[in-house]
């Protein structure tokens, strides 16, 4: 066998052991993973749909996920955290504030719903760090509707470390900013209980 021909089975070779290696990566990262850690949670008594190949519990997440918001949540039910009623009459006069000056205009609902609810949870979780709230909860969205787009696609495992996609490089971003931002607010938060200056403000910051 000549030279050519050990270069062809080398690479051949290369090749092989590089499909190997995909496969191994790939079967590690959608089966033995999420069949790991479905045994883990059902040891401790957590149980769930069950887990299949490639898809995972997906069609019976959704399903269920669409039966539970099928009916409507009392606003007696315990997941609402009464501290925020006072900062939802506020945001929503807010807001009503902001229809009566574009009176005989168009307004988009959706937007300004969405806005609503940013404003609300900002004011209830960050208190005086209300827009370094509003400004992690903008990024949240962003990173999370770039999630929901890439949440169903399967890409081969390894390819992010040679080329990356646009969406990826700004969720890289949006991940750095959103970590910097809380790091920020937490720094200013210890600060205020060390000089005193944090006595009074609700617990939710």
């Known amino acids: 066998m000549g030279f050519q021909g050990n270069v062809i089975v080398l690479l051949f070779g290369s090749l092989c052991i590089y499909l190997t290696f995909t496969l191994v990566k790939v079967l590690y ?33 959704m399903a269920m996920k ?22 939802m009459i506020a945001g929503v006069e807010m807001m009503l504030e902001r229809w009566k000056q574009n009176e005989g205009r168009e307004i988009e609902v ?6 609503l609810t940013s404003e609300i949870i900002s004011r209830t979780a ?16 962003k990173l999370s509707l770039i999630i929901n787009t890439y949440l169903y696609k399967l890409r081969l495992p390894g390819i992010s470390k040679f080329w990356r996609t646009r969406d ?4 890289e971003n949006l991940v750095k900013g959103i970590r910097n931002s809380m790091m920020e607010i937490i720094k200013k938060r210890e600060e205020k209980v060390k000089t005193g200056e944090a006595e009074g403000e609700h617990d939710y910051q």
């Open 126 to 141: 960050f208190g005086s760090s209300y827009l370094e709230g509003k400004n992690i909860f903008d990024m949240l969205t």
């Open 110 to 115: 959706y937007d300004e719903l969405r806005l």
């Open 168 to 171: 990826e490089i700004e969720s």
């Open 29 to 61: 990262k959608l089966w033995w993973t999420p069949i790991r850690m479905q045994n883990f949670m059902a040891s401790q008594g957590i149980r769930g749909p069950s887990y299949r190949f490639v898809h995972g519990s997906t069609k019976e997440v």
């Open 66 to 87: 669409k039966e539970a918001m099928a009916k409507p949540m009392t606003l007696s039910h315990n997941i609402f955290p009464k501290g925020m009623i006072p900062e």
